[in-house]
């Protein structure tokens, strides 16, 4: 298998090492189309620094609220014992928190 150099960093990948696929320069969300190979500590730091995960949550977060609730309901820590989610646990579909 050969190694090739993070895009982002310069430095080469190594066989073992975790790689990730980066929009460059365009990201995916905004119509990009190529991609080119980074380790995926680039790829986490990078979309870090622009605030990226931060936005993309905001937007998830808002259309969930818009008509969803039940999705982000489950995936919710302790929804299993929490009282006020079971309105959403009890929605066709959802799985999480049911006792088998």
């Known amino acids: ?3 090739s150099a993070c895009e982002l960093c310069g430095e080469p ?3 073992e090492e975790e790689a990730h696929w980066h929009h460059d320069p365009v990201l995916r969300s905004d119509g990009g189309t190529r991609v080119v190979r980074v380790h995926s500590r680039c790829h986490l730091e990078f979309h ?3 605030g990226d995960f931060a936005l993309w949550g905001r937007i998830g977060g808002e259309k969930m ?3 969803a609730p039940h999705v ?3 995936n919710l820590r302790n929804v299993r014992t929490n009282s006020a989610y079971a309105v959403y646990r009890d929605l066709p579909g959802v799985r999480y928190g049911r006792r088998a």
């Open 13 to 15: 990948i190594g066989a």
């Open 72 to 74: 982000w309901a489950r």
């Open 1 to 3: 298998m050969t190694s």
């Open 48 to 50: 870090q620094r622009r």
């Open 65 to 67: 609220a818009e008509g």
